[in-house]
């Protein structure tokens, strides 16, 4: 009975390997399904909302394939990006991100970041660290003092956590979609046994299109 018990438990799992697809993911396998969904905005366009780190390797691995993604769903997606304060309130990264945020650089050096961590190995994970480096590619140390000490940057800052909190993330990336779907590349590799960091990127980016247009059919 034992021997019959694992051969079937065997072969469920086969089965469900097999019917696991990028194209037609499933909740409970590709994503979960929020428990509280959150509020999104109003209109016509999904929003996709992406929890990362500048240090996190995944992150770094998923970001030109996410910048292809965003550019091909165009207008049907509204994105925005979410720093985990991975070590609190006062997260250095986090605080990093937001300033560059209000200060409209984003677009300038979200990419500078990500190179300086993972290429030239840069240490950005003490204020003094940033800072510095900030101050060497091309922004003004005050003009960035002044925004990082803002009070509309410091509170950002600190309701982070109750952000991440409310769309229980516990990890990065990972991506809401339409404040209702929660899937990240290990929730999509778990899925398809991928481990492939290019085809799990990829794959990554299918699931994000079949619940975008999921997600766009209830708007």
């Not at 469900?16 to 979960?32: I, L, R, V």
């Not at 000490?149 to 990065?172: E, H, I, P, W």
Request: charged share 20%.
């Amino acid at each position: 009975m034992r021997t019959l018990r694992l051969a079937l438990a065997a072969a469920a799992l086969i089965a469900g390997a097999a019917f696991a697809s990028p194209t037609d993911p499933k909740n409970g396998a590709e994503y979960t399904t929020l428990s509280a969904p959150q509020p999104v905005p109003a209109g016509k366009k999904v929003e996709v909302i992406e929890f990362f780190m500048y240090h996190c390797p995944a992150c770094n691995a998923m970001e030109p394939t996410l910048n292809q993604w965003i550019k091909k769903q165009g207008e049907n997606i509204v994105v925005r990006r979410v720093h985990l304060p991975f070590t609190g309130p006062v997260d250095p990264e986090a605080h990093l991100y937001l300033t560059l945020e209000a200060m409209g650089k984003l677009d300038e050096m979200h990419d500078k970041v990500f190179h300086a961590v993972h290429v030239e190995r840069k240490r950005l994970n003490k204020d003094d660290a940033i800072i510095d480096w900030v101050s060497k590619n091309g922004i003004d140390r005050d003009k960035f003092l002044d925004v990082w000490n803002s009070f509309g940057v410091v509170t950002k800052l600190r309701r982070l956590s109750q952000v991440v909190a409310n769309y229980k993330v516990d990890s990065t990336p990972t991506f809401i979609i339409d404040a209702k779907y929660s899937l990240s590349p290990a929730t999509v590799s778990n899925a398809n046994g991928i481990n492939d960091m290019g085809a799990l990127t990829q794959a990554t980016s299918q699931v994000m299109d079949a619940l975008v247009a999921k997600a766009a059919k209830t708007k």
